[in-house]
């Protein structure tokens, strides 16, 4: 079976740290997000992957090439203006050979069943599948009504708090047969969630819900981001794995506090952790990173080639790549700092 994933989308909610690196290429727990997805679909059998670019298409060949250092076989399909999640399936139909796909949105971490996600799809002779979730606040998502049967009877994205009927929704991963996209139009912005699903549901077209149990996350916002590398390091996820994790030439200074155990430290290649600092709680350390003298981290996520000066404190927060941080900084929660923005202290301003 061919897979094809959804990876055009600008990734606005997760500025600043999409300004740079596309959001399925951004790293989680020292890994670009979409190895995550290919080891699901490597597990099932699936190593035919179509990958719908439209945002940085050059980033995503560069770092995955035709991927066979990935063992799969990858071809991209290019939108020289965004043509929305439906549009991009139909921009891709001449290479998906007219059999079920399996579309994939490329932000979602699931530890997807693919196999019996296809079993109950041909068992109900769908037209369509959606992999279905169960979240505490549905209104961020794609909220599905469904009859006892798992055949779906509505299909409303993101509706406003009165409109919910449901806490079930769209996972981000679907199972369709070639004729559905005779229904898209051709080479105009096109929504399946907005446009496709309803029209087929008003056509009474056979589409049904597959309830995936387990582990799942949007990483689409920053806050979600820092939540996918807290509960990998948690052991939350199938995912990975608790205790302290370093790379090669990993450096650790003198009374240095590691607190890993009843959480996960994970330092990345060649990084640097000087005397006396103090990591604690869930931390995720990029490759060639400096941790000062003194500095104190805890529940945090320092991405590649960040430098934390020495004393300061950061807690529950997103840094990096490549950003410096002044000696005493204090970066509290929720703080998203990226690119060539500098924190000094006050003496230094
Ligand atoms: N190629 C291409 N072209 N990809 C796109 C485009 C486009 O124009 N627009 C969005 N995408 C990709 C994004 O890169 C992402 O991987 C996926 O489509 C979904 O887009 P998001 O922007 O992340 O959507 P969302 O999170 O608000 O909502 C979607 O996902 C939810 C589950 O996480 C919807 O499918 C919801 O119904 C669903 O519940
Ligand atoms: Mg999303």
Redesign the pocket.
């Known amino acids: 079976m061919i897979a094809l994933i959804l990876i055009g ?1 600008l990734g606005t909610r997760l500025r600043p740290f999409t300004c740079d690196i596309p959001k399925p290429l951004l790293p989680v727990v020292n890994r670009p997000f979409l190895e995550y997805q290919f080891s699901i679909l490597k597990k099932h059998g699936i190593r035919d992957v179509v990958l719908c670019t439209s945002y940085k298409p050059e980033v995503f060949r560069k770092a995955l090439g035709d991927g066979r250092t990935l063992g799969l076989r990858l071809r991209y399909c290019h939108e020289t203006r965004p043509l929305g999640t439906g549009g991009a399936i139909k921009n891709a139909q001449h290479l998906l050979a007219g059999e079920t796909v399996l579309a994939l ?1 490329g ?2 971490l699931n530890a997807l069943d693919v196999t019996a996600f296809l079993r109950q799809h041909r068992k109900n002779q769908a037209d369509l599948s959606i992999a279905l979730t169960r979240v505490k606040d549905p209104t961020l998502y794609g909220v599905v009504e469904t009859e006892p049967s798992g055949r779906i009877r509505k299909f409303v994205e993101k509706p406003s708090w009165d409109e919910l009927e449901s806490n079930t929704i769209n996972a ?1 991963a679907y199972l369709f047969e070639p004729s559905v996209l005779s229904r898209v139009p051709p080479g105009v912005n096109y929504s399946l969630e907005r446009s496709l699903f309803p029209q087929l549901l008003a056509e009474r077209a056979r589409l049904f819900g597959y309830v995936s149990g387990g582990y799942w996350i ?3 916002t920053v806050e979600k981001y820092l939540q996918v590398h807290l509960d990998i390091l948690g052991g939350q996820t199938p995912f990975g794995k608790k205790g302290l994790s370093k790379g090669t030439g990993v450096k650790i200074g003198r009374d240095v506090t590691l607190d890993h155990h009843a959480s996960s430290i994970v330092l990345g290649r060649g990084t640097v952790v000087k005397d006396f600092a103090r990591l604690s709680g869930h931390i995720c350390v990029g490759q060639r990173c400096e941790i000062g003298k003194g500095a104190s981290l805890e529940d945090c996520v320092v991405l590649d080639g960040t430098h934390v000066g020495d004393g300061a404190r950061l807690e529950r927060c997103v840094v990096g790549p490549g950003v410096r941080i002044g000696a005493h900084a204090v970066l509290g929660r929720g703080v998203a700092l990226a690119g060539n923005s500098q924190v000094k202290p006050y003496s230094q301003l």
């Open positions: 989308g949105n932000d979602v981000g949007d990483i689409g």
